[in-house]
């Protein structure tokens, strides 16, 4: 809401400057061309006169609409610094308590009991949500967009505090223990995994530093990215698990980036693993060699997979339906649909039904 004030405030400043301009630049060409053009009428100038004013003026004309869009470029600017020097020195409100220990991770059990979580609006997130994932269980979440899966991993990792109810793994609550060590216990693969502008191994390694060059190869191989990154050569020269990926990865394809991350995943060797629509973005090809590097991968562990794509998590333990921040089915791929209820309909839609394909026939 403040930001659309503020955009709208800026709008009505922006329109009344430009609107001021024109008109003084209007102002401005009539009133010289028909100061030069009444002194060649007396005989006081010549026609080049006349032309050379004229000119001057619509050169200054451009000049001010330059000045004018160098301005408003720089107020826009110096608001965009601003609001990220706010972000930056804002305080961290979510902090460790004073007696938080660190997360001793045992089997992997993770409860989540009756939380509930709706970014302080009162509507949207989750609502009384229950779910107990027993150790090495992988389950599937699916939903509507907005249902609130999302907002599961969010507070999964406690990125924000549940409003109410807890998430507890091994018995322990996450909010009475470290931040750091809560996400050193879990290993995240997402739709668009962010790589660093630095080399392949520095982005592998970013999740085990102290790693060293055979295990983070065993995990590059394990990923199925160990016989791309040989292939690797950067404009600097740099070849190998030396060359740099460019900002977010952009040198690499979709399915090269995921298997990266994936690599940073195993490396991580993390009980506990979150995969946000992980194969979502790539091609069906890259798709099912990411699928079954994955499927090595949640061996052990136990799993929270969300997606749209149901296929992906059709083999899970056990699949969790969402709908407006609620549980309303779970059970295995089969027994969903056999209850025909919104899992079912997902999977209809998803196998065809919704193109048009019966009216063809």
């Known amino acids: 809401e403040n930001a659309r004030e503020t955009f709208k405030r800026e709008m009505r400043i922006v329109t009344k400057m430009d609107l ?20 060649w009428y007396q005989g006081a100038a010549t026609v080049g006169t006349v032309a050379a004013a004229t000119a001057l003026v619509l050169r200054l004309n451009n000049m ?29 409100s979510l902090v460790d308590s004073p007696s938080a220990l660190p997360l001793a991770v045992g089997r992997g059990l993770v409860e989540i009991d009756n939380i509930s979580h709706h970014y302080g609006r009162g509507f ?31 507070l999964m990792l406690r990125f924000y505090d549940t409003e109410s109810g807890q998430i507890r793994i091994d018995g322990q609550d996450i909010s009475t223990v470290t931040q750091e060590s809560l996400r050193r216990m879990i290993g995240m693969v ?12 520095d982005n592998i390694l970013y999740a085990r530093p102290d790693a060293g060059d055979m295990a983070m190869i065993a995990a590059a191989k ?42 940073r995943v195993i490396l991580k060797d993390a009980p506990i693993l979150i995969l946000d629509e992980a194969t ?22 136990t799993v929270i997979a969300i997606a749209h794509r149901l296929s992906t998590i059709a083999a899970m333990d056990r699949i969790v339906v969402l709908d407006d921040g609620r549980i309303v089915e779970q059970g295995k791929h089969a027994e969903l649909l056999a209850q025909n209820g919104l899992y ?9 039904g919704f193109i048009g394909l019966e009216a063809e026939e």
């Open 20 to 39: 001021a301009l024109t008109v003084l630049n209007g102002f401005l060409i009539v009133s010289v061309t028909g100061w030069a053009i009444l002194l």
């Open 124 to 154: 949207g997130g989750l609502q009384n949500v229950s779910l107990t994932l027993k150790p090495g269980e992988r389950i599937g979440v699916v939903g509507r967009s907005g249902a609130g899966k999302s907002t599961l991993v969010k």
């Open 280 to 301: 979502s973005a790539l091609d069906s090809e890259a798709e099912a060699a990411i699928q079954e590097a994955l499927f090595g991968v949640m061996q052990g562990k």
């Open 64 to 92: 001010t609409y330059w000045i004018m869009w160098a301005f408003t470029s720089l107020v826009q600017a110096l608001g965009v610094v601003q609001e990220g020097m706010e972000t930056i020195t804002h305080p961290i």
């Open 190 to 201: 997402q739709q668009d995994s962010s790589l660093m502008h630095r080399s392949v191994r």
């Open 344 to 352: 079912a309909r997902f999977w209809a839609r998803q196998s065809g």
């Open 222 to 263: 394990r990923a199925e990215a160990h016989e791309f990154i040989l292939t690797l050569e950067d404009p600097q020269g740099r070849q190998g698990y030396d060359a740099h990926v460019g900002e977010r990865g952009v040198k690499l394809s979709g399915g090269q980036r995921q298997r990266v991350a994936l690599a």
